[in-house]
């Protein structure tokens, strides 16, 4: 009987441990949605809203009651900028992205062309890697078929970090 109290006692405390190393707590619950346009290795970890401060740190651990040894930077989106779009003089759309971060990164940027009614004729989504707390071009090259109708191009204002 004494033998089957530590078993279980040992059982429970193995529990604990387990669910304080992958962050759970009783009063834990999820305030907002993951993005999935960055991979689990960009997440941070744990819970987090749709719109966070990429650029502050977190700490690991959950609700682990120790003391946090270890900080992971998160990264942030780069910003973006549409410079000009393509004409048949200059079959080009031109964007600008400035990476917000302390070390290089690689975005995925997101061109729309339209036509005058507003009907979306093309997307394209180059990728662009731009120095620590710096801004690269982007271009991407408009058709000859998609310049006989477009009216006019935009680019979201936030660029995915791919890497």
């Known amino acids: 009987m004494h033998s089957r109290g530590r078993v279980l006692k040992f059982t429970a405390v193995m529990a604990m441990v387990v669910l304080a190393l992958t962050g759970f707590s009783s009063g834990h619950k999820s305030s907002g949605r993951?993005?999935?346009?960055?991979?689990d290795s960009d997440s941070g970890g744990g819970c987090s809203s749709?719109?966070?401060d990429?650029?502050?740190y977190s700490t690991g651990g959950g609700s682990s009651g120790?003391?946090?040894?270890?900080?992971?930077r998160v990264l942030r989106d780069g910003s973006v900028r549409l410079v000009s779009c393509a004409t048949?003089?200059?079959p080009y759309s031109t964007a600008e992205v400035t990476n917000p971060n302390s070390r290089a990164s690689t975005f995925k940027v997101s061109f729309s062309f339209e036509d005058k009614d507003g009907h979306l004729l093309?997307?394209?989504?180059?990728?662009?890697?731009v120095p620590a707390k710096g801004t690269e071009t982007v271009?991407?090259?408009?058709s000859a078929a998609l310049l006989t109708h477009l009216d006019h191009c935009q680019v979201e204002p936030e660029a995915d970090r791919v890497s």
Request: aromatic share 2%; charged share 25%.
């Open 34 to 39: 993951h993005r999935s346009s960055h991979s």
């Open 50 to 52: 749709s719109r966070q």
């Open 54 to 56: 990429h650029d502050s």
């Open 66 to 72: 120790g003391s946090s040894s270890s900080r992971t």
């Open 88 to 90: 048949r003089t200059d």
């Open 122 to 129: 093309s997307v394209a989504y180059p990728e662009v890697t």
């Open 139 to 142: 271009r991407v090259k408009a």
